[in-house]
């Protein structure tokens, strides 16, 4: 793919830094019982993580906090998803055998948590791993796609606009993602891409379906 000329382009990150901030306050708030952590563990992973994404657009060694921003948010990506999976198993063994502990607005208000956070974790991480990350995706020197969006697929006007897409077309795919559990308008074309898709959709539907029902019947009952 041909490079730009011209001084490097970046993506603002303060979306990103936004999303990261909601999934820290997510696992904060849910209740001890379902909590694997305890609450400093939490804003600790959060400076660790904040410090290289406002260092990418506040310094001048942009390609220095490139290269650790990408470390650090694939480690987010992977504490984070640990952290959902085992609330989500904590929700679940809540509601067969300690249902006494938690009631049912606590089960719906823990559950729909545990949702946003899967959604927001996964959007993240499509948009650093998809044609090398943001920067390559500005700066025209992407690798392979991982996603074919509908915009690439438009006529003549949106190509002589150099369209890429940014951190808020992976916010809205792993949101609907994980909301019809299945693709939507926008096309995965690698295996990875699949697998991670297929992993969000199991995630939430668990969530949806097991947790989330009970909880309401809780509630009605």
């Known amino acids: 793919m041909n490079s730009r000329t011209g001084p490097p382009h970046a993506e603002s990150r303060w979306p990103v830094a936004l999303v990261i901030?909601?999934?820290l306050f997510l696992l904060e708030a849910l209740p001890e019982q379902v909590r694997l952590l305890p609450k400093w563990v939490?804003?600790?992973?959060g400076f660790a993580v904040l410090i290289p994404i406002g260092a990418v657009g506040?310094?001048?060694?942009?390609?220095?906090?490139?290269?650790v921003e990408r470390k650090v948010t694939l480690l987010f990506f992977l504490v984070a998803g640990i952290l959902t999976v085992a609330n989500l198993v904590n929700l679940i063994r809540g509601i067969l055998g300690r249902s006494a502990e938690m009631d049912g607005l606590q089960l719906l208000a823990s559950s729909t948590g545990v949702?946003?956070?899967?959604?927001?974790?996964?959007?993240?991480?499509?948009?650093?791993?998809?044609?090398?990350?943001?920067?390559?995706?500005?700066?025209?020197?992407?690798?392979?796609?991982?996603w074919f969006f509908p915009q690439e697929g438009a006529p003549a006007k949106a190509v002589l606009l150099a369209w890429q897409p940014?951190?808020?077309?992976?916010?809205?795919l792993g949101y609907s993602t994980a909301t019809s559990l299945s693709t939507t308008d926008t096309?995965?074309?690698?295996?990875?891409?699949?697998?991670?898709?297929?992993?969000?959709?199991?995630?939430?539907?668990?969530?949806i379906v097991v947790v989330a029902s009970r909880a309401v019947n809780i509630l009605a009952s």
Request: net charge positive.
């Open 187 to 207: 096309v995965p074309l690698t295996s990875r891409a699949k697998l991670l898709m297929m992993l969000e959709s199991a995630i939430a539907l668990v969530t």
């Open 166 to 172: 940014t951190f808020i077309d992976y916010l809205y």
């Open 58 to 67: 506040l310094t001048a060694a942009r390609a220095r906090w490139l290269h």
């Open 42 to 45: 939490v804003y600790v992973i």
């Open 115 to 146: 949702w946003v956070t899967n959604v927001l974790m996964f959007s993240m991480l499509y948009w650093q791993i998809d044609r090398g990350g943001p920067e390559a995706r500005m700066n025209g020197t992407s690798a392979r796609p991982d």
């Open 21 to 23: 901030i909601a999934v």
